[in-house]
């Protein structure tokens, strides 16, 4: 993995203050990127579910009192 100086220079600075290595930091980032990415795949994913199979006005009508909190 090739690192511009400054993208080093940047991650040193902050694993200072964090208190930690370069290559935790790095791992943790990692780590972070990739759940992000799978995250939009599955958002997109649902997306998609509802657009090949919109929600019907009353698919959901049955849950309304199932919703009101009693007085």
């Not at 791992?27 to 990415?37: H, Q, T, W």
């Amino acid at each position: 993995m090739t690192l511009d100086d400054e993208l080093v220079d940047a991650v040193d600075a902050v694993v200072k203050k964090l208190h930690t290595s370069r290559s935790a930091f790095a791992r943790k980032a990692l780590r972070d990127a990739v759940e992000n990415v799978r995250m939009k795949q599955l958002e997109e994913k649902h997306k998609a579910g509802y657009q090949r199979k919109p929600v019907q006005t009353p698919e959901f009508d049955v849950w309304e009192s199932e919703q009101e909190w009693p007085e």
